[in-house]
């Protein structure tokens, strides 16, 4: 198992930054993928950015220049640093750990964090 504690969220305005650390703890050396998803009201969730355990991130083209994910493996903590928020930017920010086995994503999940960005 797997347990991720977020932080970092809370209301900011138009341009301003956050940044949300995630927490891991528990049979960490097994993930995969580390990765940081929102879910706006009425909409699905969608994958903000990721990094694998190799290093290698990719974005969503929406946050691209914006967003920068990062990992500090000594202190097991992912972050995301926000820059020139948005009001669409607004959701509940959620960190998720995968795991490959056996042809399959095994996914670990926060509690998530709420990010709202006033205009």
């Known amino acids: 198992q797997v347990q991720l504690v977020e932080s970092g969220g809370g209301l900011v305005q138009a341009g301003g930054s956050l940044k949300l650390s995630c927490a891991a703890s528990g049979n960490i050396d097994r993930i995969n993928r580390m990765g940081w998803y929102r879910q706006a009201p009425g909409k699905q969730r969608e994958l903000v950015a990721a990094?694998?355990?190799?290093?290698?991130?990719n974005y969503v083209d929406s946050v691209k220049g914006r967003f920068t994910i990062s990992e500090d493996n000594a202190k097991n903590t992912v972050y995301l640093q926000m820059n020139s928020l948005k009001p669409e930017d607004t959701a509940v920010y959620y960190c998720n750990a995968a795991r490959f086995l056996s042809g399959i994503w095994i996914n670990y999940w926060g509690k998530g964090t709420l990010v709202t960005v006033s205009s």
């Open positions: 990094i694998t355990s190799g290093g290698s991130t």
